[in-house]
Every structure is written in C-alpha cells, then in structure tokens.
C-alpha cells in the first residue's frame, strides 16, 4: 500500500508540474536583428581581407615651408605623415629621401610597402625628389622626379628581395601627377 500511495503521489506531483508548466509557457515573438562586426584578432593581420565599403586612412600632413634649397628627410618625417605639402619661399627645392638603412625601419620586411603624396605647393618653383643611398627611383618617364609648380606626385616605396649582385634592398616609384582640367 505505501508503494502504491508513493506511485500516486508522485504521478499527481508531476501532473501538476506539467500542468503548471503549460500554463506558464507561452511563445515569445523575438526580433533577430543582424549587424555588419568590424573586428580583428590583433594589431597583424596575416591574411588576406576583403573590404565590402570604402577605406579611409589618416596619414597626417607635413606642411612646411622653406627658405633652402635642399634637404634630406628624416626617418620620423617618413614614418610619421602621409602627405608632404612643401612651399619654398625661394627657389626650386630637392629632398632627398632617406638612405636603405633608415627605410629598413619602417620597411623591414621584403614586401612591405608604403606610399606618400607630395604637393609642390610652390606657385612658380619645382620640387625635386631624388633617391637615397641604397636604392632604385624609378617612374614611368625620366621626369618624374620633378614635381611642377603647384603639382602633386605618388611616392611608393617597397622593400624589395635583396640580391647581393644589385645591392638594393629599398625601390621607390614615383610618378608626378599632372593638373587634369
């Protein structure tokens, strides 16, 4: 007789806990809403990538002004800014770019790849860039190098294999960009 009250007991416990159950569930309409996540893994990104919308990059612009006629840049100049906007106040002016060694900083693997703009922003004299020790300025005519009165030029620099019969590890191309209208 205990086993059977047990058994009873237990059946109309579970009964009213089914019961309970029902009358507490009800459906839940639940909105599913999707969003685009822009994330990655860490600062390397060692894979390639595809971009659905526009890319836009800060490079900060080194404007500047000069009564010289020449000067080299610096690593910091290079590494630091995207965009060289000189105004020379007295005649043409040439900057040479750094040599191998110092682009290896911040070019340091075969590969990597940079690029800057240049803006003569010069009403009547031209800008001149000339190659650094170490390394090949190419473009696609021997004038290239000379960027005109008010006129911008693409300097795009990438470490290159080193083969030890050319001794170059750094090429640059350049190429003026010439007004449009």
Not at 12 to 31: E, H, Q, S, T
Not at 131 to 145: F, I, P, R
Not at 157 to 170: E, F, G, K, M, T
């Amino acid at each position: 007789m205990n086993k059977t009250l047990v058994i009873t007991g237990s059946l109309i416990v579970l009964a009213a806990m089914l019961i309970a159950g029902i009358a507490i569930y009800r459906p839940v309409n639940v909105k599913v809403e999707t969003s685009e996540l822009g994330a990655l893994s860490g600062p390397d990104v060692i894979f390639p990538m595809r971009f659905h919308k526009t890319i836009t990059w800060n490079q900060p612009v080194l404007a500047t002004s000069t009564s010289g006629t020449a000067t080299t840049l610096k690593a910091s100049d290079m590494n630091s800014y995207g965009t060289i906007d000189l105004m020379s106040n007295v005649a043409a002016f040439t900057y040479t770019l750094p040599a191998t060694s110092t682009m290896l900083g911040f070019l340091p693997n075969d590969g990597d790849t940079r690029e800057w703009i240049f803006h003569n922003a010069t009403s009547t004299a031209t800008l001149t860039i000339v190659k650094g020790g170490g390394m090949y300025l190419v473009g696609d005519s021997t004038n290239d190098d000379v960027i005109d009165n008010d006129e911008y030029a693409v300097l795009t620099c990438w470490n290159a294999y080193y083969r030890s019969a050319l001794n170059v590890d750094i090429v640059c191309a350049i190429r003026e960009l010439n007004d449009a209208d």
